[in-house]
């Protein structure tokens, strides 16, 4: 008993020091992106592949397999078990990649990246064509190295499982094809027979410094605690939940428009809330004290953006506390017109422009294809041509060149497999959850309507970011929704939504 | 010889991961200072100890010392001896030290702070004193630890080595007894029979954006490199030469005159300036890479601060500069009257409030007395009498609390006992060297007067920073001024200033 203790313990020192290290490397990132002068970059680079190499060195070091093996057997307590088999995952995920492919998935990657950038600018596919090529091969390999073929499933959960643990490529299927179908003819009747909103108010200049304040404004509103986190500004927004009392978001002003900033804005503090609400700070470096899965946090990042955010009682609320901090420009619109024009949906061709609806079509396309490419069935030549047939079935556009079609995205140039489906995952949990939401609260649209948000963060914690990784992302929607997650509510929050906007 | 060459190589491989992970433990720094949240700090606390910890066991790695001392005999380039004695000395010091004293003053020391705040607070000594006398003897303990007799000296040297490397007390000594004796002469005089220069201009409120662009404005002519440095904003102004191509520098503006704001930068950035030419961007991680002393890099911030910065010629360059930045409130005053205004000599209580000439006396103070009390020959109850005796002798003021008196310094309470004579070792080098540019620079005055600051940049990296550690701070100045140093220059450079401007 005195043993099992020791090695538990044992066994959560050293996952805190391999989180302790994670979090310096994360300060080394978020550095980069905002403030480091261009000058550090290069020693940047040393600073960063030294720390990722001191954790690497831990996290395959053979005495924390010989820890995690011993507490296996000894752990009672449930939160004890979790943090084993967490454990675990990690280290045999971690064990199983030969330190030869890992490198050359780093280094080649980021030849491949440039090489992608190149070839993005240019849009030319067939100067990438060799580098995604050798990429899919290296991704295969590493699926390989971690698949479990024991559970039956394919190559592809390998992959996913990365970044959504416990979800396979058919479960995820099951549920995409539905919403794939119903969608595309919501997205049609719309472009058929819709009337567009007027989206003339987006197009009003919001001084940089005024929507600064409005994403301060709008932070409080939803709670996100300033004095453990931070909003900066940057070329790509994103949250880093760098340490225990410690989020840090980031958005941008140049070149968006007002919403994009705004909604940008509470998409990163969707992702910090729960970043803050997981339960680092009596449990950080724990496994368990992490996020369950990548669908998940995309489920409150898209929650706060598109179910708060983009609804009528949002606007009804935030509509006066925009015109008094943003000043003349917006008061001759009323809520509603600015309800209806962050409303839209309508195919185009870059997923990061994309609206709400569309947004998912997107997706699954390239879900179709990575997993088709993984599998052998579709030749990286060929993938324009299958790229460009299945973009104008799903979204009725001609695809004019690769530079708006197959070489959109940086993903795959650095072997981000698998990555993809977990976008939508976060919409359709994120829709499930919102039903499951309005049950329990009666008078959700009045409590938004007055700007009182903090009942619904409260519930997220509760329901959702405590819990860390307990549960699987499959499991906590089964025990908070009574349901397995399906296409169903999604649907009916866009329906709902876009058919009474447009007319149809 | 190809061991040998290996053994150097491998030792350099060593300092390098050992530099790097210094490098990752000054942004942790330089982050808690600007920019992380509040509740950021328990975490921040870990992931320095655990960077601290991992770079201790570099440094003390047996197998860096047997690299070192197969390296030593065979090194036979000037670079690579110094590199061989640098790193000798690193890791002698490193393992001199038992890990229980080191641990002991760290822990020892951070709550001895605490208890400093609390009695400057108060200006309650009594309630430090114990603090104060465990620090001492903790301090006397690592003295003794580090010290080697066989060269004679005393115990405080090996204090004093840590900062000021190769220097003794006596040597200090026998610079700053001429310079104190005649600066007390100096300050009397002025005291007794001067006429201040009018200080209102000094009071004018500049609004605190333009105070920023006026900074900003000064580096450039400093020819301080933006694109391999930042500057930010800190309650405590600070240079961090965070990593090669990035040197951070810090200022303050709130309730600080605008002149404080001002020079504050200035003498950062003359400190950003050295690591900015120190050998780091083909060198880094190599012993030479660093600065050669804490005197050496404090002559390079008071150079600019009060060789350049409080000249006439500055002055007349820099006023019209002044009034189209700062906009109205300064266009009445002349370049004259500012010369004047901020060329003053009052005697004071706080150190890092005293002018440019008082300044020293306040330092050499507490030399004397933290020497006294490593000898022994005063004890740590006895420290406000003599503290106050002393001052009112060299200063002519009579110390009201202990606040204003021998609290008012955080050193002391951390352990930091031989490094207040660095400060004025600094301002007696800048004054040697700039007798030496000044001859090398026939029309120095007209260059300031033109704003062009490159050329004394220049010679400043050729002659001082480009040599990192290879030359100890006394060999530099004999080399450059091919004299050794002495108390003459700074006591003609603020004779030859203030005489005129007080009219004694």
């Known amino acids: 008993m005195t043993t099992a203790t020791n090695a538990y313990e044992g066994m959560l020192k050293r996952t805190r020091e391999i989180a302790t290290l994670g979090s310096v490397g994360a300060l080394l990132s978020w550095d980069q992106e905002t403030y480091m002068p261009s000058g550090g970059g290069e020693a940047r680079a040393e600073q960063g592949a030294l720390i ?13 397999g010989d820890l995690i093996a011993q507490a296996e057997g000894e752990a009672t307590e449930d939160l004890a078990k979790a943090n084993v088999r967490e454990a675990k995952r990690t280290y045999d995920k971690a064990t199983k990649l030969p330190g030869d492919l890992v490198e050359e998935l780093a280094r080649t990657g980021s030849r491949a990246q440039d090489a992608w950038k190149g070839a993005r600018a240019d849009s030319d596919f067939k100067s990438f064509e060799p580098w995604l090529d050798t990429m899919m091969s290296l991704t295969r390999r590493k699926a390989e190295c971690l698949f479990d073929s024991s559970g039956g499933g394919e190559l592809y959960d390998a992959l996913l499982d990365e970044y959504e643990p416990g979800a396979t490529a058919a479960e995820v299927q099951s549920v995409f094809d539905p919403l794939r179908e119903r969608l595309s003819g919501l997205i049609k009747d719309i472009a058929d027979n819709g009337t567009p ?10 001084d940089e410094a005024k929507q600064h304040e409005l994403g301060l404004f709008i932070l409080g509103a939803m709670t996100f605690d300033l004095d453990a986190g931070r909003l900066d500004v940057t070329t790509h927004p994103f949250c880093s939940g760098l340490a225990p009392g410690d989020t840090r978001l980031t958005t941008r002003y140049k070149g968006e428009r007002w919403t994009d900033s705004l909604y940008g804005t509470m998409h990163e503090a969707g992702h910090g809330l729960y970043e803050q609400g997981l339960p680092k700070s009596d449990r950080f470096g724990e496994p368990i004290a992490n996020d369950t899965g990548l669908g998940t946090h995309e489920s409150q990042s898209r929650m706060w953006e598109n179910f708060v955010g983009r609804s009528a009682a949002f606007w009804s609320w935030f509509k006066p506390h925009l015109d008094r901090i ?21 195919p185009s061709y870059i997923r990061v422009e994309a609206d709400e609806a569309t947004y998912n079509l997107h997706v699954m396309l390239r879900f179709e294809l990575e997993r088709a490419l993984l599998r052998g069935e579709l030749s990286v030549a060929d993938l324009p041509g299958a790229w460009n047939e299945r973009f104008e079935s799903m979204l009725g556009l001609q695809v004019p060149d690769d530079r708006r079609g197959c070489l959109q995205d940086v993903h795959w140039s650095f072997g981000l497999v698998g990555y993809f489906p977990t976008y939508t995952l976060g919409n359709l949990y994120a829709a499930q959850y919102w039903e ?9 649209d009045g409590q938004i309507g007055r700007g009182e948000l903090g009942p619904l963060r409260e519930w997220l914690r509760d329901q959702i970011h405590t819990h860390g990784k307990v549960y699987r992302a499959a499991e906590l929607c089964d025990r908070i929704t009574g349901k397995p997650l399906a296409s169903d509510p999604l649907l009916r929050h866009l329906e709902g939504k876009l058919r009474p906007i447009y007319g149809v």
């Open 52 to 64: 990722a190499k001191l954790r690497h060195e831990r996290a395959t070091a053979p005495e924390l």
């Open 197 to 206: 909103p007027d989206t003339t108010p987006l197009d009003i200049a919001v």
């Open 326 to 346: 943003a000043g003349p420009g917006l008061e001759q619109y009323s809520a509603q017109d600015l309800y209806r024009a962050t409303n839209t949906a309508k």
């Open 436 to 444: 499951t939401i309005r049950e329990q609260f009666p008078d959700l």
